[in-house]
């Protein structure tokens, strides 16, 4: 059979690396997204690029206040919002020239059959199909989405003025992150969620240092509440709490978390389960030489991980047999302020629940003069190894976290055992020299 493109690309978020990567190297390509200028996806244009960029912005205002410093700091909304969308059509701009040799499609895409994939009446065919289209944010029944009362993190990365308060339902990453942002740009904030602790799936004692950070922040934290109802009124928006019990709020932002966006695929041939579209270790669908990678497929929701899927499967179709990606290696992290939290590999509810056995080591932060003056003094390292002495993983609380579990990142790739880790040297004074401290406890 002759088809139009070597590979069709569904979805412009970080589908268009592979699309470049295939381009260059000699394949036709088509990358199909029903909004060109939004090319690079959620994590540019709607997640994790301005989240981070208003996050930033927030620690200015949280470390002006400290007793040292005369005067006051504001955030201006309407100007970070410009400096925001300036930034975004300079990183759209060298995405869509990176994309030189892609045919993009604009329409809303629509995989009708094997091979084929229809565009706003127009069939085309390729001999493989990379989908990734990516995922939503998810709004639990009962809660009616209004864009202006009740929001989502679409409508607060485009706020042009702070509200005097606002209340965030949920505690996964967009809720942390959210909350944290508000409350130190010195928004009245109150973080509402379903459970006792956050951070369940950490370390215990990390759980219980976040909790004390948000309250330092000035957060006022609502535990095990689950919302029934909200809805925007005259008064606010109403919410009615599982409990019946009653809460106003001038503003709801819902951070329940996001779903895989499936719509797209329209053949029966393709196994849809209850996180996305069903892939083997491979990315590969239930039909042969059909991908699915990043949000769509339900695995890991971050945007390097959707990276990381798209190069592998296209590399495998250029013939390179890559090694397999280990997604347990893959860093995750949620960016709060001023610590943030950051695993790679196994962490200790993932031990515990194993019963593998396995050793710990625990370096709190707190009376270490650097960790003082730089705003780490709740933070944590801890690192875990094996009956061998391999290293397992780590969970590190701490400014720029996500940044220093790199070191353990490249330990687990590396396999390397405790050993190898204790003839690292590290900086002093510095976060990373308790990382090296923690190596050399086990």
């Known amino acids: 059979m002759d088809y139009d493109y070597d590979i069709l690309f569904l979805g412009g978020g970080l589908n268009y690396a592979g699309a470049v990567v295939a381009s260059k190297a000699g394949l036709k390509c088509a990358l199909v997204e029903k909004n060109p200028e939004h090319l690079g996806g959620t994590c540019l244009h709607n997640g994790c690029i301005p989240s981070k960029m208003y996050l930033e912005a927030a ?81 639990p029944e009962g809660i009616e989405y209004d864009g202006k009362g009740v929001i989502t993190s679409d409508e607060v990365l485009n706020l042009k003025a702070l509200p005097k308060k606002i209340a965030v339902y949920g505690d996964g990453a967009i809720g942390l992150e959210m909350a944290s942002f508000f409350a130190s740009a010195g928004v009245e904030t109150e973080l509402i969620w379903r459970h006792e602790t956050l951070l369940r799936n950490a370390h215990p004692t990390i759980s219980q240092n976040l909790m004390k950070q948000m309250e330092s922040l000035g957060v006022a934290l609502t535990p095990n509440k689950e919302i029934r109802s909200a809805k925007t009124t005259k008064r606010g928006v109403h919410i009615v709490y599982t409990d019946d019990s009653e809460h106003y709020v001038p503003t709801l932002l819902v951070a329940t978390g996001r779903r895989a966006v499936t719509d797209a695929v329209e053949t029966p041939e393709i196994e849809i389960g209850k996180k996305g579209i069903v892939t083997d270790e491979h990315f590969e669908t239930t039909l042969k030489d059909h991908y699915a990678i990043g949000d769509c497929n339900g695995k890991l929701q971050l945007a390097h991980a959707a990276r990381a899927e798209v190069l592998y499967v296209v590399r495998r179709i250029l013939g390179k047999k890559p090694e397999t990606i280990d997604l347990e290696q893959v860093v995750k992290f949620i960016h709060t302020l001023p610590c943030s939290y950051a695993v790679v590999g196994k962490s200790k509810a993932e031990l515990e629940r194993s019963g593998m056995e396995y050793s710990e080591s625990v370096v709190p932060l707190n009376g270490l003069p650097f960790a003082v003056t730089h ?65 050399l406890r086990l």
């Open 375 to 439: 705003d780490g003094a709740d933070g944590m390292m801890i690192v875990y190894d094996d009956a061998e002495g391999f290293i397992l993983g780590g969970e590190i609380f701490a400014p720029n976290a996500e940044e220093l579990i790199g070191i353990v990142a490249m330990a687990l790739a590396g396999e390397m055992d405790a050993a190898t880790a204790k003839r690292t040297i590290l900086a002093h004074p510095t976060f990373s020299e308790s990382l090296e401290k923690a190596f």
């Open 59 to 139: 620690e200015t205002v949280r470390k002006a206040k400290k007793r040292h410093f005369i005067g006051s700091v504001a955030l201006d909304m309407a100007k970070l919002d410009d400096e925001k969308e300036a930034l975004l059509a300079r990183a759209t701009a060298a995405i869509t020239k990176q994309c030189a040799k892609v045919d993009i499609v604009k329409g809303e895409g629509k995989l009708v059959a094997s091979h084929t994939v229809e565009v706003d009446g127009r069939k085309m065919t390729g001999r493989y199909v990379i989908l990734g289209t990516g995922s939503r944010p998810f709004i």
